[in-house]
């Protein structure tokens, strides 16, 4: 059998959460694409596609999946993954990027005035990446006849 590094792994899917990308690649485990003596993979990552330049490597062939913490929420992180054997480093995978983000902050309640059958409110939002707001999609208003029938 040839000595042969391991072919690129395929990232299949990605995740945000707040401060965090979770990923997870696949492997095509067989020996002849370098997968028989694989000892670790290790995730290039950076915030552009050309400029991977922060990396976190995982020891054994059966850890296919990583979560990065401590990134700037509201920054696009770009990566790829790659593995190693006892043969050297392997190709590089696809590219995939992901933008950490946490649920929004609470808008700020600024003003409200009614009518006859009417109420119009106002309110102001902290309109940055880290309170949450990059990935607004609506707002709901909650409105009752007290505050405990919200």
Partial sequence: MPSTTPDAPKLLTSSHDNQQI???WDTLLNASAGWADIISFTVLYGNASNALNNSTTI???YNTSLTIDSLDNG?????KVYGTNIHGSGALSNVSSQIPSTIPDAPNF???????TEVSMTWGTLL?????????????VLYGNASDSL
């Fill in 128 to 140: 940055n990446a880290s309170a949450g707001w990059n990935d607004i999609i609506n707002f709901t």
């Fill in 59 to 61: 020891s054994g062939s």
């Fill in 22 to 24: 979770s990923m997870t």
């Fill in 110 to 116: 600024t003003s409200s005035s009614h009518g006859d």
């Fill in 75 to 79: 920054s696009t992180y770009w990566f």
